[in-house]
């Protein structure tokens, strides 16, 4: 099993990123995807996940209205895009496959900058 993140990205605040978690090793739809995040300093802070057989989503109530997640099971990738950037959204970000509501697998983490 693995997931596997796209690279690091620079953002002005404002702005919107998207970020990729391309899943293999196993049936993509058979487990939910969550996000999470560790911002420099900072613990880890869960965003919510989505259910990748029928695009369910539930968002941690931190980022209603400014978080959207996607799934594409014919490349079998999850998406997280996070809008109205801010600098405290500088950030790692993570994508983990989520069994029996344990983040079993994890990806390898993307580095979000929020910064003019």
């Known amino acids: 099993v693995q997931l596997v993140q796209s690279g690091a990205d620079l953002r002005n605040p404002g702005a919107s990123v998207k970020v990729s978690c391309k899943a293999s090793?196993?049936?993509?739809?058979?487990?939910?995807i969550g996000w999470v995040r560790q911002a420099p300093g900072q613990g880890l802070e869960w965003m919510g996940r989505?259910?990748?057989?029928?695009?369910?989503?539930k968002y941690a109530q931190k980022f209603q209205g400014r978080v959207t997640f996607t799934a594409d099971t014919s490349t079998s990738t999850v998406y997280v895009e996070l809008r109205s950037l801010k600098p405290e959204d500088t950030a790692l970000y993570y994508c983990?496959?989520?069994?029996?509501?344990?983040?079993?697998?994890w990806g390898q983490g993307t580095l979000v900058t929020v910064s003019s």
């Open positions: 983990a496959q989520r069994i029996g509501g344990y983040l079993a697998v």
């Open positions: 090793g196993y049936t993509f739809t058979n487990y939910y």
């Open positions: 989505i259910d990748p057989e029928d695009g369910n989503t």
